[in-house]
C-alpha cells in the first residue's frame, strides 16, 4: 500500500535561509507524488507534483522537489525562506484503484523567524 | 474560473443535531472528494463521488455519516446526530476525471464544524 512520512512535524528557519522539509514515501509501483501547501484557516494549495516525467520538480513560490527513488523521498527545498512561507505543508501520494484517492503525511509547521 | 466552492465556512451545532456541508465543484468537473481534517493531523480521505454515482466510500464512518453528488446541485456531505468527536475541517477536492489533468485534484476552503 501506498504511504509517505514526514519527518518533523515542526521545522523553523531564519528567513533568508535554505528550508528543507522530508518526506519518504512507499510504494509497490512507480508512484505519483505531490506537495500541498495550507495557510492558516485555508484550503490545500498545489505547490508541485512528480509524475515520473522528471526528477526535478519546480513548483510556485520558488519550491522545488527532487524525486530520489533509491532513497524513496521527496523532499521539498526552497533556497531561501521568506516570512510568507510559513505555513503547514503537506506531502502526499495518490492511490490509483477505484478512486483517485490521495493519501496526505501528517504535516510540517514551517515557521520563519525574523 | 470560480474555484471548488464550501459553505458554510463554519458550522456549529450541539451533540446529536445534523450537520450538511455543502461543495459546489469547479466548473467542469465531476468527480468531488471529501477529506476530513482532525486538529493537528493531516487530511483523511472518506469518499469520492461522481455524478449520481459513489464510487469509493472507504474512508467513510459507518454510522451517522452519508455522501451524495446529485446530477443537479452541490455536493453534501451529511452527518447525524453529531458528537463532539466529529469536530474538524471537512475539505472538499473536485477534478476533472478527464483528460490532461484528469485526477488532479482542486481543493475548496473548508468547512469547520464544531459540536458543543
Known amino acids: 500500500a501506498q504511504s509517505v512520512t514526514q519527518l518533523g512535524s515542526h521545522v523553523s528557519v531564519s528567513e533568508g535561509a535554505l528550508v528543507l522539509l522530508r518526506c519518504n514515501y512507499s510504494s509497490s509501483v512507480p508512484p505519483y507524488l505531490f506537495w500541498y501547501v495550507q495557510y492558516p484557516n485555508q484550503g490545500l494549495q498545489l505547490l508541485l507534483k512528480y509524475t515520473s516525467a522528471a526528477t526535478l520538480v519546480k513548483g510556485i513560490n520558488g519550491f522545488e522537489a527532487e524525486f530520489k527513488k533509491s532513497e524513496t523521498s521527496f523532499h521539498l527545498t526552497k533556497p531561501s525562506a521568506h516570512m510568507s512561507d510559513a505555513a503547514e505543508y503537506f506531502c502526499a501520494v495518490i492511490v490509483y484503484s477505484s478512486a483517485s484517492k490521495i493519501i496526505f503525511g501528517s504535516g510540517t509547521r514551517l515557521s520563519i523567524r525574523p | 474560473n470560480a474555484g471548488v466552492m464550501q459553505n458554510p465556512r463554519h458550522l456549529v451545532r450541539r451533540r446529536g443535531q445534523e450537520a450538511r456541508l455543502r461543495c459546489s465543484p469547479m466548473k467542469g468537473h465531476s468527480h468531488v472528494y471529501w477529506y476530513r481534517q482532525l486538529p493537528e493531523e493531516g487530511l483523511k480521505f472518506m469518499v469520492y463521488?461522481?455524478?449520481?454515482?459513489?464510487?469509493?466510500e472507504s474512508g467513510m464512518p459507518k454510522e451517522r455519516f452519508s455522501a451524495e453528488f446529485p446530477k443537479e446541485g452541490p455536493s453534501i456531505l451529511r452527518i447525524q446526530q453529531v458528537v463532539r468527536g466529529d469536530s474538524a475541517a471537512y475539505f472538499c477536492?473536485?477534478?476533472?476525471?478527464?483528460?490532461?489533468?484528469?485526477?488532479?485534484?482542486?481543493f475548496g476552503p473548508g468547512t469547520r464544524l464544531t459540536v458543543t
Open positions: 477536492a473536485s477534478s476533472p476525471g478527464q483528460g490532461q489533468g484528469a485526477d488532479e485534484q482542486y
Open positions: 463521488l461522481q455524478k449520481e454515482n459513489i464510487i469509493d
